[in-house]
Nanobody, 118 residues
Framework: QVQLVESGGGLVQAGGSLRLSCAAS????????MGWFRQAPGKEREFVAS????????YYADSVKGRFTISRDNAKNTVYLQMNSLKPEDTAVYYC???????????WGQGTQVTVSS
């Protein structure tokens, strides 16, 4: 059983930055591809970014390319999402997930709220 715990969400002004973290409680974390998804109020959950098991390949939604960066530290069982130049439309609950690359989720964390004010 893999447990994922996200942190780092909060309220930020447009143009600001946040870094989300996702800690995994599994010994074989380094064998999983990981990703981030988000769900805005009234909308479907959507793919944001994913990364392969060793961090060598990354994938992004067009809406976040050039602004968001996904990374991982296998020694810490943690995956990160650095979010820069945030926009109000980035407001959503952000979910960490194990994935089948590039965009198919396998299991989820509980989510963390990100709110970007204009």
């Amino acid at each position: 059983q893999v447990q994922l715990v996200e942190s780092g969400g909060g309220l930020v002004q447009a143009g600001g930055s946040l870094r989300l973290s996702c800690a995994a409680s599994v010994r074989t974390f380094s064998s999983y591809a990981m990703g981030w998804f988000r769900q805005a109020p009234g909308k479907e959950r959507e793919f944001v970014a994913s990364i392969d098991w060793r961090g060598g390949s990354t994938y992004y939604a067009d809406s976040v390319k050039g602004r968001f960066t996904i990374s991982r530290d296998n020694a810490k069982n943690t995956v990160y999402l650095q979010m820069n130049s945030l926009k109000p439309e980035d407001t959503a609950v952000y979910y960490c997930a194990g994935v089948i690359l590039p965009t198919t989720p396998r299991f989820w964390g509980q989510g963390t709220q990100v709110t970007v004010s204009s």
